[in-house]
T-cell receptor, first 114, second 114 residues
Framework: AQSVTQPDIHITVSEGASLELRCNYSYGATPYLFWYVQSPGQGLQLLLKYFSGDTLVQGIKGFEAEFKRSQSSFNLRKPSVHWSDAAEYFCAVGAANRDDKIIFGKGTRLHILP | EPEVTQTPSHQVTQMGQEVILRCVPISNHLYFYWYRQILGQKVEFLVSFYNNEISEKSEIFDDQFSVERPDGSNFTLKIRSTKLEDSAMYFC????????????FGSGTRLTVV
C-alpha cells in the first residue's frame, strides 16, 4: 500500500535561510509524487510534481524537489525563504494509474522567523 | 488557469441534518474526487468517481455518504445525517489522463456540525 512519511511536524527557519522539507514514500511501482502548500484556512496549491525524467523538479514560488529512488525520498527545497512561505506543506504520492487517488503525508508546518 | 469551484465555502449545520457539498470540476476532466481534512490533520481520501460511478472509496465513506454527478458540470457530496465528527474541510479535485497529470483541488468547503 502507498504511504507517505513527513518526519518533521514543525520546522522553523529564519527569513532568507535555506529550507529542506523531508518526504519519504512507500510504493511498489514508479510513484507519482507531489508537493502541495496550504495556508491557514485555505485550499491546496500544487507546488510541483514528478512523474518521470529529470529527477530534479522545479516548481512555483522558487521551490524545487529531488526524487531519489534509492532513498525513496522526494525532499522539497528552497534556497532562500520569505515570510510569505509560512504555511503547511504536504507531500503526496499517486499510483501508476493516473486516475487513482493520491495519499498525503501528515504535513510539515513551516514557521519563519523575521 | 482552469479552477475547480466549490460551494459553499463554509456551511454550518445541525447534527442529524443532511448536507450537500457542491463542486464544479474542470470542464474537460473525467475523474473526480472528494477528500476530507479534519482540523489540524492530514488530507484523507474519501471517494473517486469516473464514468458516472464510484471507482474507489475509503473506509470513511460509509452509507451516510453519497456522490452524484447530476448534470454535465456539477459533482456533489451528500452526507445524509451529519455527526459532530463530520466537521472538517472537504476538498473536491479533478484530473484527466493527459500528460499534464496533476490533481487540481478546489478551495474547499468548511463544514461545521453543531
Amino acid at each position: 500500500a502507498q504511504s507517505v512519511t513527513q518526519p518533521d511536524i514543525h520546522i522553523t527557519v529564519s527569513e532568507g535561510a535555506s529550507l529542506e522539507l523531508r518526504c519519504n514514500y512507500s510504493y511498489g511501482a514508479t510513484p507519482y509524487l507531489f508537493w502541495y502548500v496550504q495556508s491557514p484556512g485555505q485550499g491546496l496549491q500544487l507546488l510541483l510534481k514528478y512523474f518521470s525524467g529529470d529527477t530534479l523538479v522545479q516548481g512555483i514560488k522558487g521551490f524545487e524537489a529531488e526524487f531519489k529512488r534509492s532513498q525513496s525520498s522526494f525532499n522539497l527545497r528552497k534556497p532562500s525563504v520569505h515570510w510569505s512561505d509560512a504555511a503547511e506543506y504536504f507531500c503526496a504520492v499517486g499510483a501508476a494509474n493516473r486516475d487513482d487517488k493520491i495519499i498525503f503525508g501528515k504535513g510539515t508546518r513551516l514557521h519563519i522567523l523575521p | 488557469e482552469p479552477e475547480v469551484t466549490q460551494t459553499p465555502s463554509h456551511q454550518v449545520t445541525q447534527m442529524g441534518q443532511e448536507v450537500i457539498l457542491r463542486c464544479v470540476p474542470i470542464s474537460n476532466h473525467l475523474y473526480f474526487y472528494w477528500y476530507r481534512q479534519i482540523l489540524g490533520q492530514k488530507v484523507e481520501f474519501l471517494v473517486s468517481f469516473y464514468n458516472n460511478e464510484i471507482s474507489e472509496k475509503s473506509e470513511i465513506f460509509d452509507d451516510q455518504f453519497s456522490v452524484e454527478r447530476p448534470d454535465g458540470s456539477n459533482f456533489t457530496l451528500k452526507i445524509r445525517s451529519t455527526k459532530l465528527e463530520d466537521s472538517a474541510m472537504y476538498f473536491c479535485a479533478s484530473t484527466d489522463r493527459g500528460s499534464d497529470y496533476g490533481y487540481t483541488f478546489g478551495s474547499g468547503t468548511r463544514l461545521t456540525v453543531v
